[in-house]
């Protein structure tokens, strides 16, 4: 009997996170605001997130590619490892926030706060618009970056592209 509860136990535990994943998923498209949610890897690529609410949420490996995530509040949200390719993040606050290992080719942040995001070795901003971004200076490890047609507060930088 007892072997019968660990084994129930452990199997209610292994299938909980992929249906609290799912419904977390469906919680933000609905709600428009997920706080501290687990949408790890999750599919929001395209979704319409403007003004959303994901402060501390864990989005790291998620598909945002695409998405609407203008004004969002991303406030110490993990984004490690998510594609952001071609989102909009326009004046989205990302104080605090992760973005080591992140794709953002192509992401217009124009505008967005940067105040304490860390950055990483394999973040990528080839052809982002960083234009009007406010504390890009005080993010975290930005220098790492990679840069490549990357439109920023001091011109277009070229600096990561690779020579050929």
């Not at 959303?52 to 984004?79: C, E, I, P, T």
């Not at 973040?123 to 990679?146: P, S, V």
Request: some cysteine.
């Amino acid at each position: 009997m007892i072997r019968f509860a660990v084994l129930f136990a452990a199997a209610l535990l292994m299938a909980g996170p992929a249906q609290s994943d799912d419904t977390m998923v469906k919680r933000l498209r609905y709600l428009n605001k997920c706080p501290g949610c687990d949408l790890r890897g999750g599919d929001l690529s395209g979704v319409n997130l403007e003004g959303a609410s994901l402060v501390g949420a864990n989005l790291s490996k998620a598909n945002l590619s695409k998405a609407n995530l203008n004004r969002a509040d991303l406030q110490g949200a993990n984004l490690a490892g998510a594609d952001l390719s071609d989102a909009k993040l326009i004046r989205a606050d990302l104080k605090g926030a992760k973005l080591i290992r992140a794709n953002l080719k192509g992401a217009d942040v124009n505008g967005a706060y940067f105040h304490r995001t860390k950055f990483g070795d394999q973040t990528d901003l080839t052809e982002a618009d960083l234009t009007g971004t406010k504390n890009l200076k005080n993010a975290r490890y930005i220098q790492r970056a990679k840069f490549c047609n990357t439109k920023t507060p001091w011109g277009v930088d070229n600096s990561g592209c690779k020579k050929k």
